[in-house]
């Protein structure tokens, strides 16, 4: 009978959770396809592009879609068996809501081993081949568009105006090319009739094939503008064949983004934390080998001549010499100045030195802030995964209330505060505000007592969401008021 029911609660959960895994999947897809759409259209990238840029995309996005179609899958489970009356009977027979979570929380805790192992492997994997591929499609060129009426300057060192275009899209009239590749400026000048635009099969060039015009060429000299020379060519045909190669998509060298700490597992981020550290530790030693040459008197503390000749200034051996503030009063005045332009000099140095090294140790400490936080990122998916589920369940079970409506609205409410508090953690620990430990957990660490409280009130049947008792309570202290009177 325990078997029966384990298969029933999971067979229950297994299918709304595959379509609020999907759709919060897809949801999030659109989302980040509308926030780039603006960057994308208009370049003339394919289809396969795009399907390739959103496949990986959507694997990116699959740590923040898992835990909200748990939580939503848990709402939906437990609310449309107590709506039905089943959560009831099954308490009734002497099954607790802990025995009956337990089969949905093993199955998610396999789950949560699972979303570890793949934000670990394949999320880093994904995010090199997505970002990158999102580089290349953002510095991409626009596609030439060449618009009749207008002068366009899509071809660099070229300014094109076509006076009319044919419905095919290929004929063209009253051509005006400037013709500025020579860095020159416009020293040569097309004009012709009617001509037709043809592109090449490849796509790497485009061809306007000119008819009835004429090729004006200005040549500079240095005798000045009276010395210049121009040439006239009249032409029946001409083509002038323009490199379209600009325009494609030219994929970056991926290797180039892996030092990113979102391309990096566990294993890299270790290494990455440990050499840190080590640079650390070799940036201190770079600032005592800077300074030391300027600080005179202690690199010559060793010599026995120097000592002597320093104990006898002071008078260990000699009368001591009296100063009147300081050491400088006792010096020539050439030698004075000299001292002190001296000492300016080294303490210029010495100080932009320690700004390299303040601002490099800086970086090195802002880089190591970005492996911890990713470091913890790496577990607080699948620790999220089990503690939405104990949220989700209990709340259900409270509820009562099954399908997209009530449910939607506390996943949606839950979600979005699990998912402030973890951008704010996030923020924190980045500013130094927090460790990185205490920044990444905190949203874990704040709702797990309301996944307690809300796991005890389930056990007691408490109608912690149910209005009506909130409206007896309202109406009793109404009653006390008007009693009162």
């Not at 994997?125 to 596609?143: G, Q």
């Not at 290929?170 to 009739?193: C, P």
């Amino acid at each position: 009978m325990i078997k029966r029911i384990d298969a029933y609660i999971i067979k229950s959960f297994i299918g709304p959770f595959i379509v609020t895994f999907f759709v919060t999947l897809f949801i999030l897809v659109m989302q980040f396809f509308w926030l780039y759409m603006d960057e994308l259209i208009g370049k003339g990238l394919g289809a396969i592009d795009i399907l390739q840029l959103l496949s990986l995309m959507s694997t990116t996005l699959v740590p923040m879609a898992l835990p909200l179609g748990i939580l939503l899958a848990s709402i939906m489970t437990f609310g449309n068996l107590g709506e039905h009356f089943e959560l009831i009977a099954i308490k009734s027979s002497g099954i607790s809501l802990i025995r009956f979570m337990q089969p949905l929380f093993i199955l998610l805790s396999i789950l949560s081993v699972g979303a570890f192992v793949f934000n670990n492997n394949v999320i880093p994997a994904a995010n090199l081949k997505a970002f990158s591929l999102l580089y290349d499609m953002r510095n991409s060129k626009p596609t030439l568009n060449i618009k009749a009426g207008q002068f366009s300057k899509g071809l660099e060192g070229y300014t094109i105006r076509i006076g009319e275009k044919g419905t095919d899209g290929k004929t063209i009239k009253n051509v005006l090319i400037y013709d500025q590749s020579s860095g020159m400026g416009n020293d040569r000048v097309i004009v012709a009739e009617s001509g037709e635009m043809i592109p090449s099969e490849d796509g790497h060039y485009l061809t306007f094939r000119l008819r009835n015009g004429c090729k004006y060429e200005e040549k500079l000299n240095a005798g000045g503008p009276a010395a210049n020379e121009q040439t006239r060519m009249y032409f029946k045909q001409w083509d002038k064949i323009f490199d379209l190669s600009s325009f494609k998509m030219n994929r970056t060298n991926q290797d180039l983004f892996k030092g990113a700490y979102q391309m990096m597992n566990i294993s890299q981020l270790n290494e990455s934390i440990d050499s840190v550290k080590k640079y650390d530790v070799k940036i201190q030693q770079n600032i005592e080998s800077f300074i030391n040459p300027y600080l005179y008197i202690f690199n010559y503390k060793s010599s026995a001549t120097y000592t002597r000749y320093y104990q006898q200034l002071l008078g260990h051996k000699k009368a001591r010499v009296q100063y009147a503030n300081c050491i400088l009063s006792a010096m020539r005045d050439t030698f004075k100045n000299a001292c002190l332009q001296q000492s300016l000099s080294n303490c210029r140095n010495i100080k932009g030195l320690l700004d390299i090294n303040v601002s490099d140790a800086s970086i090195q400490n802002d880089n190591l802030l970005k492996y911890k936080i990713e470091w913890h990122r790496k577990f607080t998916l699948s620790f999220a995964c089990l503690l939405l589920f104990l949220i989700g369940a209990p709340l259900g079970s409270i509820i009562r209330k099954g399908g997209l409506g009530m449910p939607m609205l506390f996943s949606i409410c839950f979600f979005l505060v699990f998912h402030i508090i973890s951008i704010v953690g996030e923020k924190l620990s980045h500013s130094g505000a927090l460790p990185p430990y205490a920044g990444m957990w905190l949203a874990t660490s704040m709702l797990l007592p309301i996944a307690l409280f809300l796991i005890n009130k389930a056990k007691k049947d408490s109608q912690v969401f149910n209005i009506e008792t909130y409206k007896v309570f309202f109406k009793r202290i109404q009653q006390l008021f008007n009693t009162s009177k």
